[in-house]
């Protein structure tokens, strides 16, 4: 393409002056100077690259604008210049246009580089000015190319990238077309999160793409859970939003009862293995925990706190070994048992042997009462002592242990309780003077400890055995001594009927509402010890009976002490302890009418029977 002055003859003129100056050597020079002033007027913003030369006043213009409307603005712009003449663009194309379109900006060892396709000029020196001050150095280089085909809202697709870029150490920020890729290592937990919280809302029409965003790596990567049994506190490293709400659907499964507060920060560098299972076990074996905390350092994991229930802590600590991923390890616990408050320990002795019951520190503890119980010759040793903390101060377990089966020596059957340092003792002793024997063995527990109930009974003391030879069938107040069978020994069948026998003849009587024997009943009850003294085989079980009126708990306890009391008379008439047993029965099995005085009495009774 040409353009040309309206008129020639001036031109001509004009010619004809310069060819006098040209033969005055002075061509090269006015030549030059007409490319230059025409290349100041072409400028750079409408022509990516361009290239000038003059033949006399004609100039001729190549290269690439960066679209047909500025091809049109160079040409003029050459033209216009003060002595060109005429301006030839036919070497002058447009940009290329880029499919699919890209741009790239990477951030690395303090510096942003540039790469991938600018529209024009004032799109590449934005992009530049904005590379450098988004460079934590502020250094920037620039290696774009210019091209057709830019997207729509790539300006602001790019100042956003460039908003991103101080959130990290590392990225690299890539539009495509109009699709914004990011990936890098946050700089920060904080500028992780705002970067992720950013990507969620790009501006105008841009969309967002990969996004592959890491926190900042940390050594050892570490995460804790805490519970106090109301509320769950999770803190520490955290990989991302999505290992995030895992551990917190796993802690709300654990203990949905819990409040659950979640102050984690993000960080790369978790271990390697199913980290989020791993994490689950962790917090089911938490909520089995009155209080305290799981740890991870990396793949190593620790357990602290206090049980919940009595099961074994080293159960619990062993379940929650077994529950871990490959890869993870339980490298310590140290689980307390439940707190137990009031702290109970008691001992019972009964016709079997001696039952423990409550409450001991530890496994040594538990193994060394049920040691001493066994020591102490008061039979077969039955335990239900469970592992508890709780155990009171300045109590000395093991004297107080000590004193209470001294006490139960002195008993027939009989029962010491500890709850936290008072101790308390019943039962059934076999005299008065074993009953106070048992009061004094208990005052000696150990220090710390307090005799707070005593609620033994005791038959009154017998008074002097009649002159002989009365017989002991006959006479009319009880044996200081024990009785002498009265006949040959009878079989299991024959005793049962001699026994039904003795007590068809009269009732075994009682203080009103209380277990002690009514004198009156102890003739009778010498018959019956010489009975069972002729029944030498027979194991012997004392039934207490009462009628209807009352509590029924109360009146099974009831039955229970004077069944007790009778096998303390029987005893101490001659029978074997181990051929008697007690049991109380209230009002079950009614041999009369509960609704009629003379009924009730008939149902307040005692029988024994013969067992196998």
Request: proline share 8%; aromatic share 4%.
């Amino acid at each position: 393409m040409s353009y040309n002055s309206a008129k020639w003859w001036p031109g001509a003129l004009l010619a004809a002056v310069g060819w006098a100056a040209m033969n005055a050597g002075t061509t090269g020079a006015v030549e030059g100077d007409l490319v230059a002033r025409a290349g100041r007027a072409v400028g750079d913003m409408t022509m990516a690259t361009a290239t000038l030369a003059a033949s006399g006043r004609d100039v001729s213009l190549a290269g690439a604008a960066f679209t047909p409307a500025a091809r049109e603005a160079a040409s003029i712009a050459a033209l216009k210049t003060p002595g060109v003449r005429l301006v030839d663009s036919a070497g002058v194309t447009t940009v290329p246009v880029a499919k699919p379109y890209v741009w790239r900006a990477r951030l690395g060892q303090g510096a942003i580089a540039l790469s991938g396709s600018a529209p024009d000029k004032a799109s590449r020196d934005a992009l530049f000015a904005a590379a450098k001050a988004a460079a934590p150095g502020g250094v920037a280089s620039d290696k774009m190319n210019y091209a057709a085909g830019a997207p729509a809202d790539y300006a602001a697709a790019s100042a956003f990238a460039f908003s991103l870029l101080p959130k990290f150490a590392t990225a690299d920020a890539s539009l495509t077309d109009g699709v914004l890729s990011v990936a890098g290592a946050a700089k920060d937990p904080a500028s992780y999160a705002a970067a992720l919280d950013a990507l969620k809302s790009p501006p105008g029409q841009v969309a967002v793409g990969t996004v592959a965003v890491t926190p900042p790596p940390v050594a050892p990567y570490v995460w804790s859970a805490t519970s106090d049994g109301k509320a769950l506190r999770i803190e520490g490293d955290v990989p991302d939003p999505p290992a995030r709400a895992a551990t917190l659907a796993a802690a709300k499964a654990a203990a949905p009862a819990m409040g659950v507060e979640d102050v984690g920060v993000y960080a790369s560098g978790a271990p390697t293995g199913d980290y989020a299972a791993a994490k689950a076990a962790a917090l089911v074996a938490l909520a089995g925990l009155a209080s305290g905390e799981a740890r991870f350092e990396d793949a190593n994991v620790s357990l602290r706190g206090t049980a919940k229930s009595y099961d074994d802590p080293v159960s619990l600590a062993a379940a929650f070994a077994k529950a871990l991923p490959p890869g993870f390890s339980l490298a310590k616990a140290d689980v307390a048992p439940a707190v137990a408050k009031p702290y109970l320990f008691s001992l019972e002795r009964g016709a079997q042997g001696v039952t423990l019951d409550g409450f001991a520190p530890d496994d040594a503890a538990r193994d060394a009462a049920i040691s001493v119980a066994k020591g102490a010759g008061l039979g077969a040793v039955t335990s239900h002592l469970r592992i508890a903390s709780g155990a009171v101060a300045g109590v000395d377990y093991p004297a107080t242990e000590a004193a209470a089966l001294a006490a139960l020596k002195s008993l027939t059957t009989g029962r010491v309780a500890l709850s936290d340092a008072s101790a308390s003792i019943t039962g059934i002793a076999p005299s008065a003077e074993a009953a106070i024997a048992a009061t004094e063995a208990l005052a000696r527990s150990g220090p710390g400890v307090a005799v707070v109930s005593n609620a033994i009974e005791a038959p009154p003391a017998l008074p002097p055995p009649p002159p002989p030879p009365a017989p002991v069938a006959d006479a009319s107040s009880p044996p200081s001594a024990p009785v002498a069978a009265d006949g040959p020994p009878l079989a299991a069948a024959q005793c049962q009927s001699a026994l039904n026998d003795d007590l068809a003849s009269a009732t075994v009587k009682f203080a009103t509402g209380k277990a002690a024997l009514d004198p009156a009943s102890y003739p009778l009850l010498g018959h019956v010890a010489a009975t069972a003294l002729r029944c030498a085989a027979a194991k012997l079980e004392v039934d207490g009976y009462t009628d209807d009126m009352g509590d029924a708990a109360a009146n099974v306890a009831l039955s229970e002490r004077r069944a007790r009391s009778v096998v303390a008379f029987l005893i101490g008439a001659g029978v074997s302890g181990d051929r008697l047993s007690a049991k109380g029965l209230g009002a079950a099995d009614p041999v009369a009418d509960n609704s009629t005085s003379a009924g009730r009495a008939k149902n307040r009774r005692i029988e024994i029977k013969v067992v196998p």
